[in-house]
């Protein structure tokens, strides 16, 4: 099945400054790669994702990359706040099976 | 308002004595799961469900059961709960393949003493 690494799992920056998340996955089969933020004592929710016919998305300080040759995805935010502050989880999915996450970043935004 | 819900939000209970987490959702949708999060270990999954009676495993479902006997409900049963099942429990729904975005319960979070 399906097996999603995320790196790293701690990340500070100061705001104002970018932060980059980055996921691989195992399954060439894996067709659509959302990103989900937990603030915290919350649910996960959705952010923004990507389907593999697609190798960039952008929505307003937040972008996507994918490269499905390596198998790995990206989360951008530009411009970061403190209420960036929260963990993020990758995901992939293939076929029918639900999603498989990554363990998760947590991201600190020093004000 | 579309939602998932669970009950209850916090639950205390002692070593063997059965206890269910329900789960319901509005959206009409097909997929069904079943999370617990642990520090440092992200997501998991624990049961999943494609539709009605149709219910696989996930990645860690040792001392759980689920069952799915209507579309809206999919509870998760810990029969002889166990401190080690001690943990943060999300329950999400979606859609069904292509139509992806999974949507969350508020979280239960189980103390097994």
């Known amino acids: 099945g399906e097996n999603v690494e995320q790196h790293p799992s701690t990340l500070s920056v100061q705001e104002g400054d970018s932060a980059v998340i980055k996921c691989t996955y195992s399954d060439s089969a894996s067709n659509y790669f959302p990103w989900y933020k937990q603030e915290l004592g919350k649910r996960p929710q959705l952010i923004i994702d990507?389907?593999?016919?697609?190798g960039e998305k952008k929505d307003q300080r937040i972008a996507v990359t994918l490269n499905k040759t390596a198998k790995h995805f990206s989360l951008h935010i530009t411009e970061t706040q403190p209420e960036d502050s929260a963990v993020y989880f990758c995901a992939a999915l293939s076929g029918n099976t639900p999603l498989v996450f990554g363990k998760g970043t947590r991201l600190s935004v020093i004000a | 308002e579309a939602q998932v819900t669970q009950n209850p939000r916090y639950l205390i209970t002692v070593t063997g004595k059965k206890l269910t987490v329900t789960c319901s959702q509005n959206m009409n949708h097909e997929y069904m799961s079943w999370y617990r999060q642990d520090p440092g270990l992200g997501l998991r999954q624990i049961y999943y469900?494609?539709?009605?009676?149709?219910?696989d495993k996930g990645d860690v479902p040792e001392g759980y059961k689920v069952s799915r006997k209507e579309k809206r409900n999919f509870p998760l049963i810990l029969e002889s709960p166990s401190p080690n099942q001690t943990s943060l429990y999300f329950c999400?729904?979606?859609?069904?393949?292509?139509?992806?975005?999974?949507?969350f319960g508020q979280g239960t979070r189980l103390t097994v003493v």
């Open positions: 469900s494609m539709n009605v009676e149709v219910t």
């Open positions: 990507i389907r593999s016919n697609v």
């Open positions: 999400a729904s979606s859609r069904g393949p292509g139509r992806a975005e999974a949507f």
